[in-house]
């Protein structure tokens, strides 16, 4: 409680987080810090001086209770499959995720002094202040937070960085009275926990424990215990809901890692969460001998997972939302900057247009404003997608500019020879990045196949002419006999993932010719 280099706050901070050439702490996402004149849990909690190790006369056991269950959060469901009791040791601390410390938590007390008292027992965030709970009237003859009151029920920590873990303290005081009435409370504390329960942690970190000790003329603490806490994606979405912090983008970087995304700097620094929502429009048709409905859908991209769309989900552009990773993220955090957003493909059966590093740009929007995504300068539209049964994956790539840009894609499709694509296919992304001095920050993804999909099917036959056979077996779709319902009837093969289906190469060109014909970047519209 009283070692200045025990936690973040203490002399280590300022190693991490020096002073400004003003002398006053930054203020940036990593080195927030509410009071850095206090460098011990002690003065933290307790200002001028007024913590007293002496009071200290009992060991506070806490155990934390984990337990499985799945939460979503940046746009991906989470399942964690563990469970256990952890019993925490403020000596040795083990170091708990917001999601394992969530469910709740037990405590007991050694070498209690007055077991005929009543106790109150606080837990407070060490670190930002923050309130996860208070129970009174606690029998110290029969001590279990069941028999006490709730004034403020138990919520975990909700911590937002990774490294350095933050300290949440359990606290134990002795009363001089007993709580028999919530508004037996003095006034301002009625006050504060009535806007708690309504506003939620916003109102929390309102709260100063010394003067809620002093104004219940409460004793001690007479027991403390604490956890140690680092962020996880359970935390990042109860922040970003309570609009306190924008978090997600970690999480984005460290998926798109571990998925090994094409074009990602081994230095780059995601910092900006790119939501995008693809609107599909419900529709009814018969081919292959099947029925299909399908409503109106809104798909949520889902980064961090990997999710998949069918081609015909995502033929028009996104909605896109870009929220900045800082506390308290506003629209106006984007004004004075500008971005560049490229959303591009590589597929392996489509060498001639595309490479894993000089991939078929979809789509390109610079100098955006205010974050807006509609307002930048669209230099390549929206393209629909590239049909093909293989398995692949559109990215979307977010990337802060120094300046305003004017850009000529022509400049950086020289290998192409397409010619109803020059400006799109081989695409040189890393001399695009360098030459207009781009830094990435965000990105989103997806994967897609047009195997197996009956709307495909459906525009061999109407758009490019196929027999119905041929149509279900170039896009793997199952069910076509003749007549219908018969089971040895002949079916063209469906082509493996070493040969592609005709149809792919026939749409990919008449793709391309509707582009180059109507300027609109979307190809035909399928049924």
Known sequence: ?????????????????????????????????????????????????????????????????????????????????????????????????????????????QGI?????????????????FLHGVYVDIPG????????????????????????????VFLLFRQESFFEEFD???????????????????????????DFANDLKLVGPVAVNWLMSRTDPYAAQSLLEGRIANICPMFVEQAAREYGLARIPDDAKFSVSVFMAHESVGRNFSVCCNNYTYEDQTYYLDPIGDGFLAPFDFKDPPAIKLVKMKLVPLP?????????????IWAPNFAEISSPERPFMKWMVTNIPFGRVD???????????????????????????????????????????????????????????????????????????????ASIALVAMDLLGFSEADACASTGVSGFSIPCGATDAPITDAPTPDEPATIIEEEKSRRFDDERSSGSGKGRRRP
């Open 1 to 109: 409680m009283e070692d200045n280099n025990a936690f973040w706050f203490g002399y280590s901070y300022f190693a991490r987080c020096p002073l400004n050439e003003n002398g006053l702490p930054q203020y940036n996402i990593e080195c927030v810090n509410l009071d850095p004149t206090s460098l011990s849990l002690g003065d933290r909690l307790f200002p001028a001086d007024s913590f007293n190790a002496t009071t200290i006369t009992s060991y506070l056991d806490v155990v934390i209770h984990e337990k499985p269950g799945s939460y979503a959060a940046c746009g991906h469901n989470y399942t964690s499959e563990g469970e256990a009791d952890h019993t925490l040791d403020p000596i040795n601390p083990e170091t708990l995720t917001p999601w394992q410390t969530s469910h709740g938590f037990t405590a007991s007390v």
């Open 184 to 210: 037996q409370l003095p006034g301002i504390w009625v006050q504060f926990f009535q806007q708690q329960s309504e506003y939620g942690p916003q109102i929390a970190n309102l709260f100063k424990l010394l």
């Open 332 to 344: 106006t955090d984007f004004i004075g900057e500008y971005y560049t957003l490229l959303q591009f």
């Open 375 to 453: 307002m930048g300068n669209t230099v390549l539209p929206y393209f629909a997608p590239v049909l093909t049964t293989l398995t692949v994956r559109p990215q979307t790539m977010l990337y802060k500019q120094t300046k305003r840009v004017r850009i000529n894609p022509f400049q950086y499709t020289p290998d192409c020879t397409d010619a109803a694509a020059l400006d799109r296919c081989l695409f040189e992304m890393d001399r695009f990045v360098e030459e207009n001095e781009l830094e990435l920050v965000g990105a989103n993804w997806f994967t897609s196949s047009a195997s197996g999909d």
């Open 141 to 168: 003859n029969n001590f279990d937070i069941k028999f006490g009151k709730p004034i403020s029920e138990y919520e975990g920590p909700k911590y937002y960085k990774k490294d350095p873990p933050n300290p949440y």
């Open 113 to 129: 002094e007055e077991p005929n008292a009543l106790y109150t027992l606080i837990i407070v965030d060490g670190g930002f202040f």
